[in-house]
């Protein structure tokens, strides 16, 4: 393995990368080009935007942007930079709005970043053409409401990078029980730590019980049970291509519109079964209650979006030893008597995620350590071999192993990898 | 239990019914400094509820994603989080200094005192002061047995930067 920061995809072997990837700053500085500005990233989910006019500003990489969708229903993802002297346009995270007027000088751009009108245009007069000055696109595309947008004009469409996760995708969204899945709300924090130790986190079964140990203490015996996957040979980890993996924890609740009905609900929400029955009838509530810790996986996609569980996890790199992470909570969009339902998936978020949660902290905690001991000669290694040996392919051909195993964190550097190589 | 009516004229911190609630926040204020998180548990009554909400503007706290949204039961078992020594957050913790001033009486009855206050934090850990600024409300049951039985029934933290990235933390606020 080479060492150097001018060829970068030589610091990671198949079974190892060097400690260097989380330190160095030049590595940092071409991740930021090469992958973040140059692969499909994670923006917005559908339902952030649920009508016309509507926005949120958010990060491609480092770079601030506007999603918006407009009058027409389209989406657009624009610099959130004006054309004139570089001010930002929106600084407010979410909203609704018919355009976007620069503080500055005023200059306004439509939803759909068109630059609309100029005050005092006179001393423009044969300067300016304001068609070549709307705002700077990036390509916008969704799949199964998750919303991606990419700086680059020639990647492959959104379908085809996915690929097989789409599948996972269409899983995922099962947990509205009937339901599209819309966005409750969302916990931000941040850890003095690269942004790939959070990456690798999402696909991590097997820190599981040693660091939510409190957790685990804390939540009724059938919850912990249901998290107790550490010798469950069924729960596994398949590589689904590009980077992506998707590690099933619970894997009776993959595919949660496969019910055979045996399965009791957990007595923990029994309340709530009793509110939701008297409007909802039996099937109805019963696929609520077994989506209620969301579904059985992690779905991890590269480079900057985990579909965990109950919710999204996405990451912002902020420096090469900062990063900043949402949690973003969902639930059913449905009837007002559903509600009853997502006041009580907040409460389940909260008990494990957030800044102050059961969970997040002790990530955050292991994350920092990671940090600061791969201060130590960046040159060793950072071993991702775990289950190597046992990994095999799926019937789906899927590369896969244990859920403990870290055939997910191969993946994803196999997609660094590819994305860093001098081309 | 009569219910406080809010202030027409203002009632001087000097109130002895307030004063009684100020060295009741401020008591508060050194328990979690010094992470006596049993002791601290104490001063809450059982139907209390101690929240950090995401949204600063919101009463509907049930209705909202919150850092913290502790009855009872939540706050019992956070206790034990924060003890039992298997929370690495907890226990390679900050330390905390904290101030709590500027307390303005909202309401004050011979019942219960509703106090709001602003409160500066520094926590240290490694190297790094982070700084935790928040607007606090507390309502405190004053009882008929004397200072030394008061409890807090509402406590709300609204951070400054409650909806910005925070840093994951080992300790309360």
């Known amino acids: 393995m080479t060492e150097t920061t001018s060829n970068p995809a030589g610091l990671v072997a198949g079974d190892r990368v060097a400690g260097r990837l989380y330190t160095d700053p030049e590595i940092f500085e071409q991740e930021m080009t090469r992958i973040f500005e140059r692969t499909w990233v994670w923006v917005a989910h559908e339902s952030e935007l649920p009508r016309p006019g509507t926005f949120k500003s958010t990060h491609v990489g480092r770079q601030p942007v506007i999603v918006t969708r407009d009058r027409k229903g389209v989406l657009h993802t624009m610099l959130n930079r004006c054309r004139h002297r570089g001010a930002s346009i929106c600084e407010k995270p979410q909203g609704e709005a018919n355009g976007f007027t620069c503080p500055y000088h005023a200059w306004s751009y439509g939803l759909d970043g068109k630059l609309r009108g100029i005050p005092y245009p006179d001393g423009y007069e044969g300067v300016v053409d304001k068609s070549e000055l709307s705002l700077r696109k990036l390509r916008t595309e969704s799949y199964g409401s998750m919303v991606f947008a990419t700086f680059d004009a020639d990647a492959v469409p959104l379908e085809e990078f996915l690929g097989d996760v789409r599948l996972w995708i269409d899983r995922f969204m099962a947990q509205g029980g009937g339901y599209p899945v819309k966005v409750l709300g969302r916990h931000r924090f941040k850890f003095r730590g690269n942004w790939k130790i959070q990456l690798e986190n999402t696909t991590d079964g097997y820190h599981f019980p040693i660091v939510h140990r409190s957790w685990m203490a804390s939540v009724d015996a059938e919850t912990a049970d249901m998290m107790s996957f550490m010798t469950d040979p069924t729960a596994v980890t398949h590589d689904l291509g590009n980077g992506h993996s998707v590690m099933q924890m619970v894997p009776e609740h993959s595919d949660l519109d496969a019910d055979d009905g045996t399965e009791p609900l957990q007595g923990r929400f029994r309340h709530l079964v009793e509110e939701l029955s008297q409007t909802l009838d039996a099937a109805q509530v019963r696929k609520l209650i077994r989506a209620m810790h969301g579904t059985g996986f992690n779905l991890n996609l590269f480079p900057n979006v985990s579909m965990s569980a109950a919710f999204f996890r996405v990451l912002r790199p902020i420096s090469v030893d900062e990063t900043w992470i949402e949690h973003v909570a969902i639930g059913p969009d449905g009837p007002p008597e559903v509600e009853a339902v997502n006041r009580e998936r907040l409460r389940v978020h909260e008990h494990f995620q957030g800044p102050f949660g059961f969970g997040t902290p002790d990530d955050a905690e292991g994350w920092d350590r990671v940090q600061r001991g791969a201060q130590a000669d960046p040159g060793m290694p950072i071993m991702v071999n775990r289950g190597l040996a046992r990994e095999k392919p799926s019937a789906e051909g899927w590369p896969t192993s244990h859920v403990t195993d870290e055939t997910g964190m191969r993946a994803a550097y196999g997609k660094w990898k590819e994305l860093m190589s001098d081309d | ?173």
């Not at chain 2, 992470?35 to 059982?46: E, I, P, S």
């Not at chain 2, 001033?101 to 500066?120: C, H, K, N």
């Open chain 2, 1 to 173: 239990m009569t219910e406080p009516t809010m202030l027409t004229a203002p009632v001087p911190t000097t109130d002895p019914r307030v004063v009684r609630a100020v060295e009741l926040v401020w008591r508060e204020a050194e328990l979690l400094d010094r992470k006596a998180y049993v002791d601290w548990n104490a001063l809450y009554a059982d139907d209390a509820i101690y929240v950090i909400p995401v949204d600063p503007s919101t009463e509907d706290f049930a209705g909202s994603l919150n850092m913290v949204y502790d009855d009872a039961r939540m706050r019992r078992m956070r206790v034990t989080r924060m003890i039992e020594g298997y929370a690495i957050a907890a226990v390679d913790a900050a330390r905390t200094i904290r101030t709590v001033t500027g307390f303005v009486p909202r309401a004050v009855s011979d019942d219960e005192v509703v106090l709001r206050s602003a409160q500066i934090l520094v926590a240290y850990k490694r190297g790094h002061h982070d700084l935790w600024a928040a607007d606090l409300l507390h309502r405190i049951r004053l009882s008929p047995d004397g200072p030394g039985s008061d409890l807090i029934v509402q406590k709300v933290v609204r951070l400054v930067d409650s909806e910005e990235a925070v840093p994951a933390a080992g300790f309360l606020l």
